[in-house]
């Protein structure tokens, strides 16, 4: 038990974040950063203690969602992070700047989670906490169920002001997007030093923005960490206001309206229909038409090797990726028969 309490023991040094030349900052600095309702932020940060509970898209979302909190003068929350990042001199960053925990996932070991449940309750008590309730990341571009096991850890601090303020990351293109579509399901843990060689490879003529949306305080103080009920109902609330929260953008509605070919005309109209349905639902809408998506997501995707333009069509090159792509806002649809 001490081990484990020794491995998540974690500082968090903020005066020194910002100036930090990350392993990942020629990657960052392609990364445009846009956030909306951050004003549900800065009014909960006054009174209460936070618990922001994200989807997980990329290994980007580790600096993309707290710097958009750092860049807006929002108190630094510690985050919960996949152990996998901890190795060499990253994880000595994790450990000693950034103030990352590391997470050992599929731990069934009881000794780990009643010190896990014991050191998050405790770092409650002066730090917010930002965390991942699916665990990794989407490896099939969807939106996965979400893990009770953080908000049981966070429950347990039996704090009165805890709320958990839901959390949605969007990208016009996930950095990873090759890497994940075509391993579809996390086999195994991978050296995070080579995923970050594959990010980089990646990373040539790549450009996105990341778009970070808050939703409202969901009070927590009340909720019993014993009772599973309390703990479930929870869980699904929070999983259902990100996905309501997620941005949609053109990329995500190109590939959904995507054919093996298609022209030009076609697509506009298939995406102006699923975008009606989109608005039905009141879904987050970044994109208002068919032109509008094909003007923004056609080049990126052809650049990306995704799709390929000629004489008037649009033929599908990566169908693996493009379908990655589709699955992102597959929550938001009355049916999920419309990815090819």
């Known amino acids: 038990m001490h081990a484990y309490l020794d491995e998540l023991r974690t500082t968090q040094r903020h005066k020194f974040y910002r100036a930090l030349q990350h392993p990942l900052y020629p990657i960052l600095r392609k990364i445009e950063r846009k956030h909306e309702n951050l004003h549900y932020v800065a009014t909960a940060v006054r009174t209460h203690r936070i618990v922001y509970a994200s989807n997980h898209k990329s290994h980007t979302d580790y600096l993309v969602e707290p710097l958009v909190l750092d860049d807006n003068g929002i108190r630094p929350p510690l985050i919960a992070a996949g152990i996998n990042l901890f190795g060499g001199p990253l994880g000595l960053i994790h450990k000693h700047v950034t103030g990352a925990i590391p997470i050992r996932r599929n731990m069934k070991d009881p000794a780990y989670l009643i010190t896990l449940k014991a050191y998050v309750a405790e770092i409650l008590k002066k730090h917010d906490l930002f965390f991942y309730p699916e665990g990794g990341r989407s490896y099939s571009g969807e939106l996965k169920p979400a893990k009770t096991g953080l908000f049981n850890a966070a429950l347990s601090a039996h704090r009165s002001d805890l709320v958990i303020i839901p959390t949605a990351v969007a990208y016009d293109l ?7 579509a075509h391993q579809q399901i996390k086999k195994r843990q991978r050296p995070f030093t080579r995923e970050l060689a594959e990010m980089v490879r990646y990373a040539v003529g790549y450009w996105s923005r990341a778009f970070v949306t808050f939703g409202a305080p969901i009070a927590a103080g009340e909720c019993d960490p014993r009772s599973r009920t309390d703990v479930l109902e929870l869980t699904r609330l929070v999983r259902a206001r990100i996905g ?11 590939a959904a309206a995507m054919r093996p070919s298609i022209t030009r005309r076609d697509l506009e109209g298939r995406i102006d229909r699923l975008i009606e349905e989109l608005a039905a639902r009141h879904a987050n809408l970044g994109v208002t038409s068919g032109r509008q998506a094909i003007d923004e997501a056609a080049e990126p995707l052809e650049l990306r090797g995704v799709v390929v333009a000629e004489r008037g069509r649009f033929r599908v090159r990566e169908r693996t990726v493009l379908r990655y792509y589709a699955r992102t806002i597959e929550h938001l649809l009355v049916t999920t028969g419309r990815t090819h």
């Open 174 to 180: 996930v950095l990873e997007d090759h890497i994940l």
């Open 244 to 254: 309501g929260l997620y941005k949609v953008l053109s990329t995500a509605v190109f």
